[in-house]
């Protein structure tokens, strides 16, 4: 952990200058993993985001004349540690923390009272808390792009497209194996209310952290005989149950991942099991965006990239990270659009993610058509997305084997905002009136 820190501390020395420039700079904290099982994912996200942020300080100055600087902090996927990491960080910078990646669900829930009460915000991309959808309750919290219970609406639809159509889910087994945490069971209840509306058979399997060990789960899953099995995982849970599922004998083009389960770090170490594997998507890979070669350009030409693997660059969750890399950067643009060119607190960013507009223009302005979907996000909506798309690994890359895949929210919204309202209750919150406010 102090290791990380202090190179964190070496980068933004090297990047950003003398202390000079202290109060001229706006802060992000790194609160991030890379050791132990999930480090491949937490390393790749971190290093496309502190990547794409080097490149908007060496290209352009930073953002209105204001630095970029950021420190990291190692949690190791631990939710004490992200606690510890969250309030050692929180106040540094001029104005404090700008915003927090938890890059977990389960210290995104050890957070949100925390975060709300700091009037920091917590930007949780295509994972945390479905419900802080709902901004009226949950005004610091954004599960930005896409949430679980969209996805996962999304993946059903991916089934019965390949099943012929949605009528032809009836009577289909669904076996949903995950990682038994916070993030594992998030898409439990959603899964349970698409089996009675579309009437198939859901089997909820878990598998305990870290996830090296499957065998009794995947011979359950050889005993069930599903049409499908969905794959929530992380880290080394991905690779294991890919290469389980081949040993069991159930055929990787019926297996469909979560986002968490659909990258390089997941299928490479699996071999020749992956091949044909699915998986969901709200970012594509490749490196032949505009984007990227920015990166390439004014980072690693200069020697001064997180990566020491330039070949990962491109990959899933590099390019996912330079995705959280934009949402910070258009978050403090759109913030200093109302507040001014000059270092804003976390409650002024909020005002900027709450009232983010990516839209395809703006995405060809930073390079980035095709590489992510537009955005938009309000009051009452702090997901701005919400569309999926599928890949499919052929042993060598992912190739994109659909469109964007819209989300069914006509289920979706009304369970966010009953799950929401109980929220409320429970912690007497007086949910904002979105008609109100500016």
Known sequence: MKRSIVVGTIASLALFGAPALAQNEQFFPMNGYWVGPYAAGGSAIFGGMIDYMAMVNARDGGVGGVRLTWEKCETEYNNARGVECYERLKTKGPTGATLVHPLSTGITYSLIEKATGDKIPLVTLGYGRTDATDGRVFPYIFPLITNYWSQSTAKIKFIGMREGGMDKLKGKKIVNVYHDSAYGKETIPILDAQAKKYGFQVTHIPVAHPGNEQGAQWLQVRQIRPDWVILRGWGVMNPTAIKAAQRVGFPRNKMLGVWWSGAEEDTIPAGDAAKGYIAAGFNVSGTNYPVIKDIEKHVYAKSKGEMEDRSRLGSILYNRGVVHGIINV????????????????????????????????RLKEIGATGFMQPLKVSCMDHEGGGAVKFLQWDGAKWNVISDWITSDQSLVRPMVEQSAARYAKEKNITPRDCAKEG
């Open 330 to 361: 258009e978050a403090l643009r759109t913030a200093q659009a109302k507040f001014g060119k000059k270092p804003l607190t976390g409650e002024q960013v909020r005002w900027g993610l709450e009232n983010l507009n990516i839209d395809e223009k």
